[in-house]
């Protein structure tokens, strides 16, 4: 069974930073590429960024680019998101997201429950 | 930001059939797959569709998805009451930076 548990998420001030992890397994965790979306409160799905199996395609969404960074240790079935410069609008459900195959540049399968980020002072 | 446009809503009698409409540009539903996805109340998503009409096991044929050029719908015929829930339509988008858009979302109710 595929399962997915996010961890990193709480309240932290404007302009901190926050390190999220997703422990995965039930799946080769190295042949398929994963993802962070996520939703505000109230709010629908934004895609966050994606990395390939072999991190040799890497994507964001442009509301994060040069402030968060997607990470994965295949060793260790683990993805990251390394979070700086936290705005309010950050504050969100992060969800991480299996990807259908090894390629950033497709859907997503699986989900977590997704870890609570709250950006305030 | 979203860039593909639905419905906020949608509804339906049980056993009814229901489709919600998925707006985009030749960038990303013009030139790539549409996906679909069902996130119940307080739970995370599920996917539905992938590849514009594919269906992951498990999932009921009363749901199906289309595409045509570039817009898709997805279509639920016997409305069941656990469809109650929220919608959204994505799909990867060949802009300057590449990234996976996703569509505002059609809440769908039972009625």
């Known amino acids: 069974e595929v399962q997915l548990v996010e961890s990193g998420g709480g309240l932290v001030q404007p302009g901190r930073s926050l390190r999220l992890s997703c422990a995965a397994s039930g799946f080769t965790f190295d042949d398929y590429a994963m993802h962070w979306v996520r939703q505000a409160p109230g709010k629908g799905l934004e895609w966050v960024s994606g990395i390939s199996w072999n991190s040799g395609s890497i994507g964001y969404a442009d509301s994060v680019k040069g402030r968060f960074t997607i990470s994965r240790d295949n060793a260790k079935n683990s993805l990251y998101l390394q979070m700086n410069s936290l705005r309010a609008e950050d504050t969100a459900l992060y969800y991480c997201a299996k990807g259908l195959y090894g390629a950033v540049a497709v859907g997503f399968d699986y989900w977590g429950q997704g870890t609570l980020v709250t950006v305030s002072s | 930001q979203s860039v593909l446009t639905q419905p906020p809503s949608a509804s339906g009698t049980p056993g009814q059939r229901v489709t919600i409409s998925c707006s985009g540009s030749s960038s990303n539903i013009g030139s790539n797959y549409v996906y679909w996805y069902q996130q119940l109340p307080g739970t995370a998503p599920k996917l539905l569709i992938y590849?514009?009409?594919q269906r992951p096991s498990g999932v009921p044929d009363r749901f199906s998805g289309s595409k045509s050029g570039t817009s898709a719908s997805l279509a639920i015929s016997g409305l069941r009451s656990e469809d109650e829930a929220d919608y959204y339509c994505a799909a990867w988008d060949d802009s300057l930076s590449g990234l996976y858009v996703f569509g505002t979302g059609t809440k769908v109710t039972v009625l």
């Open positions: 590849r514009n009409n």
